[in-house]
């Protein structure tokens, strides 16, 4: 047994960091609902009318999107500050002194960070797309859905514009029919009908009252008729623009990653190029995001350790800007994937690669 006995410095070092990270986590999520999540707890209360019971029920169920938030930062935040402490207090002079490398030293924080690693992939994976369900953050559609029916040569024959749905109705539509004739500059349309309502089926979309509207080629109407049971969404198109549909407002924390994968092809599939980029460049992220929390724990004892008579207090410095730096750009990333201009895949790992050149850029610098 002694064989598989963990060392007293691990455990030592192992216990520090995990203390200082329980508190920064327990400070983070203080800070982090107190100023959105009540209000939005306390407007749901007085607007929505939701009772207290179901209100606690909803701050228990933002937790797990906070968490999957804060488990790299308070990673980062507790190497940094552990570090620096062993530094200020000659410990790690000491444990140098004594033949344990740098590296050896840090094994303890990374094993942590490793918990904290899947910790982050299974919240982000399982429990917020779980609490987004329970809260019911995506059940109001306020935005429109457009569908275009395309010919076999890829020209348009029929877009679809939906202006008011729910998971269990398809209201105000607008049925637009592009007209045969060909034209070169302009595509011109042969007749548009709207209709309150549309009754989904396995094979087909049905509107039972529907006024149509014949255009001639002048643009101009030349015929108002009133048409029942007019079908749109035919040959197997019914069940997967009726997926695209629900999900086009849904967030991407709102799918497991099975669903997120799913919904990217179905979005390929149907030539939403942009959406597809983006959903892709999220369904990259869910598995990229986790691994943070291991290289902020290497990137935190890098810049907690801090030899005699240096500036204590510029490797917490370096770190916040790391994290700002980090979650600011999320965005801006994610925009030049859902435009194209970048690879979702690289847009990814870009934050990945920039985390591996900070480690080695720190590391020389500090002469570890």
Request: charged share 20%.
């Amino acid at each position: 047994m002694k064989k598989f006995q963990i060392p007293i410095i691990d455990k030592y070092i192992f216990t520090q960091v995990f203390q200082v990270t329980l508190v920064c986590m327990f400070l983070f999520v203080i800070v982090w609902i107190a100023p959105e999540i009540l209000v939005k707890i306390i407007r749901q209360i007085f607007i929505d009318h939701i009772g207290l019971v179901q209100a606690g029920w909803n701050l228990f169920y933002e937790l797990p999107k906070v968490f999957n938030m804060v488990l790299p930062i308070v990673t980062l935040i507790g190497c940094v500050f552990t570090f620096d402490t062993l530094s200020k207090n000659s410990e790690l002079i000491i444990m140098r002194s004594s033949g344990i490398s740098f590296t050896r030293l840090m094994m303890p924080a990374v094993v942590l960070s490793i918990f904290f690693m899947f910790a982050c992939f299974f919240i982000g994976d399982k429990l917020v797309p779980f609490a987004s369900v329970a809260t019911k953050e995506d059940a109001h559609y306020n935005e429109h859905f457009v569908y275009v029916v395309k010919n076999e040569d890829n020209t348009p024959k029929q877009g679809i514009i939906i202006s008011n749905y729910t998971p269990g109705h398809i209201k105000n539509l607008t049925i637009v029919n592009f007209s045969k004739n060909e034209y070169q500059d302009i595509v011109k349309f042969d007749s548009i009908l709207t209709a309150p309502y549309a009754l989904k089926f396995d094979d087909k979309w049905v509107l039972p009252v529907a006024k149509k509207y014949q255009i001639d080629d002048e643009g101009i109407y030349k015929n108002i008729e009133t048409i029942k049971n007019y079908e749109i969404l035919t040959k197997n198109n019914s069940d997967e623009v009726h997926q695209l549909m629900k999900n086009a407002t849904k967030r991407e924390r709102g799918f497991t990653g099975k669903q997120l994968k799913e919904y990217n092809q179905l979005l390929k599939k149907h030539d939403y190029i942009d959406e597809y980029n983006y959903t892709l460049t999220k369904y990259y992220q869910r598995f990229i995001h986790p691994l943070t929390c291991v290289l902020f724990a290497i990137i935190g004892c890098l810049l907690g350790y801090s030899p005699p008579r240096s500036q204590r207090m510029l490797g917490m410095l370096i770190a916040a800007a790391i994290l700002f730096a980090y979650y600011i750009t999320l965005p801006f990333f994610d925009v030049l994937a859902e435009k194209g201009v970048l690879p979702p895949i690289v847009t990814a790992l870009f934050p990945i690669v920039a985390f591996i050149c900070i480690i080695f850029a720190v590391k020389k610098v500090k002469d570890l």
